[in-house]
């Protein structure tokens, strides 16, 4: 009879089990993960998806399955629907308002036609490229429409390499234009007559940053889009902090760069700077002495540097050739693994 009972209570507590783990999950606060932002998009879905020349859709007629079907945009931007004489004009079009047009036309053969269509496929917009001085290149897949600014900030934003001008290269045509489109106004526009040359605009980085709406277009699917790095400048040998610089809008004076470095250390040998300059195309270098103490007491004109400029300061010693080698070799070894780096697929809900 003991064992009876203990048998039925452990029962009665196994059945009591999932209803207490239910009332704890509903007291007890759970603690997850974050989701990832992409998640976030996922199930936001695509609202007012235009369609064009290769997307895919899905038809399916209530109790009427010679209708049902995969119909796909031609080149012409219709779709064909079985048994129905006229194709159905899809390009720039919700598949909402596609599906009106199917129910009209289904009504000739049907009484109170019930269909169902939805997107399967997405191919008419090939994905945009981002890359140059920005933090995170990337080939985003835009399945809306998106500014400029949107794709920079998509791809991590524009970096302190950045110079001072983004190029948009124009692969594909405009599809589906809307009023605002041309609200933008680019700084330069080059349309050549070699049919091997893309279109491309000049935009102003400075410009988009202070908000100005015609820095920041729309970008059409298949753009190319390069954010210019600004020309760099090295400074190397008995500075404070040897590093590179950048030459952005405007000109960069050899005062200034140095004061840019935290200035020459004690041992500085200042009345024997040598600039390193390449010689046009050539590749050659020319060495160029500059009395930098003159500079400073204003009784020499100050210099403008140029574009992959390499400051040496000597010091006391007279030698620094070991460190600039070392440092030269760093810079190309680190452009070479930037460089080697595959770039990711994002994708615009």
Not at 69 to 84: I, K, R, S
Not at 129 to 139: Q, T
Not at 171 to 186: I, K, N, Q, V, Y
């Amino acid at each position: 009879m003991r064992v009876r009972s203990l048998l039925l209570a452990l029962a009665l507590c196994a059945a009591a089990a999932p209803a207490l783990a239910q009332d704890g999950a509903a007291s007890v606060p759970q603690v997850s993960a974050p989701a990832s932002a992409g998640a976030a998009m996922d199930v936001m879905g695509i609202k007012k998806y235009l369609l064009g020349p290769g997307d895919q859709l899905d038809l399916r007629v209530f109790n009427e399955p010679q209708f049902n079907g995969v119909l796909q945009v031609n080149d012409e931007g219709n779709v064909e629907v079985p048994f129905v004489d006229q194709p159905i004009p899809a390009r720039c079009r919700t598949d909402r308002e596609i599906k009106g047009d199917i129910v009209a036309a289904l009504a000739k053969f049907l009484n109170k036609p019930q269909v169902s269509l939805r997107v399967t496929e997405m191919r008419s917009r090939p994905p945009a490229v981002v890359f140059g001085a920005v933090r995170s290149p990337s080939r985003v897949q835009m399945q809306r429409r998106a500014r400029l600014l949107e794709l920079l900030a998509t791809s991590g934003g524009v970096t302190e390499a950045a110079g001072g001008d983004i190029q948009i290269f124009h692969t594909e045509p405009l599809m589906c234009p809307e009023p605002g489109d041309e609200d933008a106004r680019p700084l330069a526009s080059l349309v050549s007559d070699d049919p091997t040359q893309l279109p491309y605009e000049v935009y102003s980085i400075t410009d988009l940053k202070l908000g100005k709406e015609e820095a920041n277009p729309m970008i059409r699917p298949g753009d190319i889009v390069i954010v210019q790095e600004a020309k760099p400048v090295y400074l190397v040998g008995a500075v404070v902090s040897p590093q590179g610089l950048y030459i952005r809008e405007g000109s960069l004076q050899l005062l200034q760069a140095i004061a840019m470095v935290g200035g020459l250390r004690k041992e500085a040998k200042a009345s024997e700077v040598i600039i390193h300059r390449r010689k046009g195309r050539t590749g050659e270098v020319e060495r160029v002495l500059v009395n930098f103490s003159d500079i400073r007491k204003q009784k020499a004109q100050d210099i403008a540097l140029q574009p992959y400029d390499v400051i040496e300061v000597p010091d006391g010693s007279g030698g620094v050739k070991g460190k600039l080698n070392d440092y030269l070799k760093a810079i190309i070894g680190g452009s070479v693994m930037t460089l080697g780096q595959s770039i990711p697929t994002r994708v615009l809900y």
